[in-house]
């Protein structure tokens, strides 16, 4: 309120000014046709730099900003990828029974069209993400995500993870996935029911990561094909992928 008083305040005085000066000119040159020419001229182009200023050069900004902030934000999804996500899809994947349903469908070329993306996307949100319980190493599991715990809280900091909904969410999956890991004592002697539980958290961690990967992959495809042929040759899904340029 005091703000908006001062506001106010501020607007009469210049006001105020402004007929002063008007006042001087007229007194000076006697000429009350010439100022009111030129009053209402500069009030008429002031709608015209409202246009201007305020909606057409705001919005190029505006749109300016929103793409380096998605650039940003895509260069922390690629190095969580690097850090952790394709490690963790190598290892889920592998525990999934089912994966060979999806297997072609996770291979991603450099002929993948927009559409293909889109329908492969589909596809995943319908599948039934399993992992076997049995097969489970929670302690070398464990290890893992705690020594990257640090990079999470990193991430998790990060302002513009907030303009990515669903890669937040993901991201927040496979934290909490780590904080069960890290409260659990003696881990090879859990209970059925716990290993199930575990395997539930597992999946929910590996499905959100499957997607985001897919949609990153979309990104780098578009944007940056040096960074995307790697990430095709390192392939978490594809047994037969190498780095190796063959």
């Not at 999804?77 to 394709?86: D, K, M, N, Q």
Request: proline fraction near 2%; hydrophobic fraction near 45%.
């Amino acid at each position: 309120m005091h703000t908006f008083s001062k506001r106010v305040l501020l607007g009469v005085l210049f006001l105020l000014l402004s007929a002063v000066a008007y006042t001087i000119h007229y007194f000076i040159f006697r000429d009350a046709h010439h100022i009111f020419i030129y009053m209402i001229g500069d009030v008429a182009f002031v709608f015209i730099e409202v246009l201007l200023v305020t909606i057409i050069i705001h919005q190029l900004l505006e749109d300016r900003e929103k793409r380096n902030r998605l650039e940003k934000l895509n260069m922390v999804i690629g190095l969580f990828f690097s850090e952790v996500g394709t490690d963790l899809l190598a290892y889920f994947s592998d525990l999934d029974p089912n994966l060979r349903k999806l297997k072609d469908d996770l291979v991603v070329t450099q002929s993948w069209s927009d559409e293909e993306f889109k329908n492969v996307s589909k596809k995943l949100k319908e599948y039934d993400y399993k992992v076997v319980p049995d097969k489970l190493d929670l302690e070398k599991l464990r290890q893992f995500l705690i020594s990257k715990r640090d990079f999470f809280l990193t991430m998790m900091e990060n302002p513009n993870l907030m303009e990515h909904e669903s890669f937040t969410e993901m991201l927040r999956a496979v934290f909490h996935l780590m904080e069960e890991l890290r409260f659990r004592g003696e881990i090879s002697s859990l209970p059925e029911s716990d290993l199930r539980h575990m395997a539930g958290d597992i999946d929910r961690a590996y499905s959100m990561l499957v997607l985001e990967w897919l949609s990153y992959m979309q990104h780098l495809k578009d944007n940056f094909p040096y960074f995307f042929s790697l990430a095709m040759r390192t392939n978490p899904f594809d047994q037969d992928a190498s780095a190796v340029v063959i």
